[in-house]
């Protein structure tokens, strides 16, 4: 495993394989490196890319003040160009769902497959519009309590159970204090525009969505949702859904083992298919 940072800026963590490529972009309070137990737990055959989210860790941050799903789109398209990655399986996980399905809506010819973990639909707003209620409340709690005494109310809702897992919980409070802005706050804007549904609705490639049975950030309700999209558009063939029982919103730390095995034979499938 190693770490670069791209012309553009953008920090990534890679493995080589000569196996299907599979690419992974963290959610609104991760970074590249919380992948490390699902690239670990993934055939040592697969090459491998993780990301730092523009304005997360050392990436730079996008140059525009509300950037949307595109705009991120835009940066990892520089990224897999560089790294000549051709017939990627594209991981999203919560937020990077978003700029997973958008990178998919203008740049699917380099996919072989789309995976949304815990999928994150969005609100819809327009750019430089008022944010939703629960966005600004984002926004507001972070400039007030700091990164780290933010982390520390947030990491624990994203596990179900977290009493039983004060290691995970741990880690993922680290990771969120490392927030800063203007990344954070170009994510949360990121997050209040735009619609998940619209991107799956105008691609044609094979979708994942894994989703845990106890997430009460983004619901298997979404996930559902997700899936209805997928199949008018793509049929039963090309969509699979898997709800994963006793499992929170962290689907890929939570259950590390069962969200490979989901990953591993949908890439499996989806490079033959290629």
Known sequence: MRSAIASNGVWFLERDGSGPPIVMLHGIGSRGESFHPLMDALPQRCLLLAWDQPGYGPSKPLARDWPLAEHYAEALESVLAE???ERVVLIGHSLGTRV????????????SGLVLMSPSLGYGVPAGGPLPEAAQTRLVAFDALGP?????????RLIH?????PRLVAKLEATMATMRHPGYRQAVRLLATG?????VAATT?????????????TPP???????SACLARHGAAETRLALIANVGHMIYLEAT????AHVTDFANNVAWRS
């Open 221 to 227: 309700s979404a996930a559902r949702r997700v899936e």
């Open 148 to 156: 780290e005494a933010y982390a520390a109310s947030r990491a624990p």
């Open 100 to 111: 997973a399905a958008s990178y998919a809506r203008l740049f699917g010819e380099r996919l």
């Open 205 to 217: 490639l094979p979708y994942l969505i894994l989703c845990g049975e106890e997430d009460t950030i």
């Open 161 to 165: 159970e977290p009493e039983r897992h």
């Open 195 to 199: 619609r998940l549904l619209d991107d």
């Open 83 to 85: 790294r000549r990655l």
């Open 257 to 260: 083992t069962t969200a490979a």
